[in-house]
């Protein structure tokens, strides 16, 4: 008999004398007494059962649901950054779903594990601390945008050595070896599988070269400690905070020599302009006693030839499409990138507005993520110092001049609609931006998520969004459910489905719906999910025959004959 058959008899053996007493009278199903062995606690799963027998829906899922409402998934970057094993070698619980898919289980001592991450970030922040940082931020996640309004540092990154030049080539080489050895196999064995995971994750340390500051800069900035996407430990240094910027010394008159700004006052003339825009001489200018001694131009004078001057270049200008657009760059990026810097005689200005209410995880959607990955790789292109902007863009090709340009262009982007500013006519063009460019919300990541969307919808939004995407059959089988429930079988009949809310739609491109007809094997999910392999098809067909569904009570399957398909397997289990 296989092992997982033998783990499986044992777990349902261990459900509360109870609730196998009732399963015994066929007080539930099969499937319901499975979904409770998620529990070991008796007085959890009895109070679980109490819960269900006050409701109408008892389906194993919201039984899963109950159980797991208040544990954290294995999966959760928190877990990952801590490690399951320290969890456990720590007194934490682990809860398993031997009977389908459970990605690893839940964490059910939350407060541990929150403890847990809280040391290990400090810790990370001492040594982070220990580097010389005049401060450090620490969080499980940071929103995204917290680094607007800080300058950050530019660094030179550390040369690899002999030795890490070494290892890098000898790692490549076995992961190729095995590439090549297990290219025509179907299925990699676990520990292949596992050394080409360490061999990956080697390469790309070897990769990310650590970045030096200089020693003076880190004294007067500081570092972010958060946990990325995937639970491994995020260190963002070098961001400077405005009151701990140095002050900025007054420049030198190009034409004078003489400081102006706050290293001396200067005379300024003001005029004033009539009706047509014309400006008008306010008074008589007073000219300066000749000298025999050479004296600089007058303030006057000046502003007259220069207004002369800065008139023909705006003509000429407009008259070289190629250098106004390398003008346009240099300023665009003299903002985005080089924070206080005064290196463009362009007035041009580019916003990039913050979002004062945004999702949790925003950070770690896969457009944000590769936004700021494309946004540091031309931070690490581009010169450290200002005044060698222009020949650095001077020198690259026409597509890095676009592909740089459309990149500063794209931060100034807000399609955000807020409860004060609605801004329509700013929204329609957001429209036609998302068409020119054939946005796919989907595509991009975003998922209707009981947290992040259905849960904060009202029951009659939830069943128009399932109607609309699966059809009428799968809105009228949730349409009994309780908010809560009905958002969590929602999510579940959307996943896959490329369904997108209004605000989320591009105009003109379809959205994932399918037609009525076809919604039922997508509802099926929701009662059936997919059962963990535990015998062989003979077996399995051979229990069934012999009556291995045996209780049936109140529950009213979504599917009878895809129910019974899908616990054929676990039937092995219970007999």
Not at 19 to 30: F, N, Q, R, W
Not at 476 to 496: S, V
Not at 539 to 567: H, L
Request: net charge negative; glycine share 8%.
């Amino acid at each position: 008999m296989p092992v997982a058959v033998v783990k499986q008899r044992l777990k349902l053996a261990s459900v509360s004398p109870r609730l196998l007493d009732v399963y015994a009278e066929d007080g539930m199903t099969l499937d319901q007494l499975m979904a409770f062995t998620v529990s070991g606690d008796h007085e959890r799963q009895e109070q679980v059962f109490e819960r269900l027998t006050q409701g109408y829906d008892k389906q194993p899922y919201v039984i899963r649901r109950m159980l797991t409402e208040h544990a954290v998934r294995a999966s959760d970057k928190r877990a990952q950054f801590v490690g399951i094993d320290a969890y456990v070698e720590a007194g934490g619980t682990v809860l398993r779903d031997l009977f389908q898919a459970d990605d690893g289980g839940w964490l059910q001592d939350v407060s541990l594990l929150d403890m847990m991450v809280t040391e290990k970030l400090r810790e990370a922040a001492a040594e982070v601390e220990a580097e010389g940082w005049k401060w450090t931020e620490v969080a499980t996640s940071f929103p995204y945008g917290h680094v607007f309004g800080l300058r950050q540092l530019r660094g030179e990154e550390v040369p690899i050595t002999e030795q890490e030049e070494a290892a890098r080539a000898a790692l490549q080489a076995e992961l190729d070896g095995l590439e090549a050895e297990y290219a025509e196999a179907d299925e990699l064995p676990e520990e292949v599988d596992a050394r080409l995971g360490e061999i990956e994750t080697a390469l790309e340390a070897l990769d990310q070269r650590p970045v030096r500051f200089d020693v003076d800069e880190i004294g007067r900035a500081g570092a972010f400690v958060s946990i990325d996407a995937g639970g491994g430990l995020r260190i963002e240094r070098g961001f400077v905070r405005p009151e701990d910027e140095l002050p900025i010394e007054p420049e030198a008159d190009s034409a004078t020599g003489e400081l102006t700004g706050d290293g001396e006052e200067t005379r300024t003339v003001a005029a004033q302009v009539d009706d047509d825009g014309t400006a008008v001489q306010v008074g008589p200018v007073e000219e300066p006693e000749e000298d025999e001694g050479l004296k600089p131009i007058p303030d006057r004078l000046m502003a007259e030839l220069t207004a002369h001057r800065t008139i023909a270049l705006r003509h000429a200008l407009g008259e070289n499409p190629d250098v106004a657009f390398l003008a346009a760059l240099h300023a665009l990026c003299i903002r985005v990138f080089y924070r206080y810097a005064l290196d463009t005689c362009l007035e041009l200005d580019l916003k990039s507005a913050g979002f004062a209410a945004q999702a949790p995880g925003l950070a770690d959607t896969p457009s944000a993520r590769a936004l700021d990955v494309r946004h540091q790789a031309w931070a690490n292109t581009l010169p450290k110092e200002p005044e060698e902007l222009w020949d650095a863009l001077d020198g690259f090709d026409a597509d890095s001049r676009q592909a740089l340009f459309a990149h500063c262009v794209a931060l100034s982007v807000n399609a955000v609609i807020e409860p004060y500013n609605r801004r329509p006519r700013a929204i329609l063009h957001a429209d036609r931006l998302a068409q020119a460019v054939d946005l796919d919300m989907a595509g991009a990541g975003w998922t209707p998520t009981v947290d992040g969307f259905l849960g904060r919808l009202t029951k009659a939004r939830i069943l128009a969004a399932v109607r609309e995407a699966k059809g009428d059959r799968a809105g009228d089988r949730i349409e009994h459910m309780k908010k809560g429930d009905m958002a969590e079988a929602a999510a579940q009949i959307l996943a896959g489905s490329g369904w997108l809310p209004e605000p989320l739609r591009t105009p003109g491109r379809a959205i994932g719906t399918v037609a009525a007809e076809t919604a039922d094997a997508g509802d099926a999910a929701i009662t059936a999910p997919a059962p963990v392999e535990t015998a062989d098809t003979d077996v399995v067909e051979e229990t069934a025959e012999d009556g291995g569904e045996t209780a049936m009570g109140e529950f009213d399957p979504v599917d009878d004959d895809e129910e019974a398909e899908a616990n054929v397997p676990h039937a092995v289990a219970a007999e």
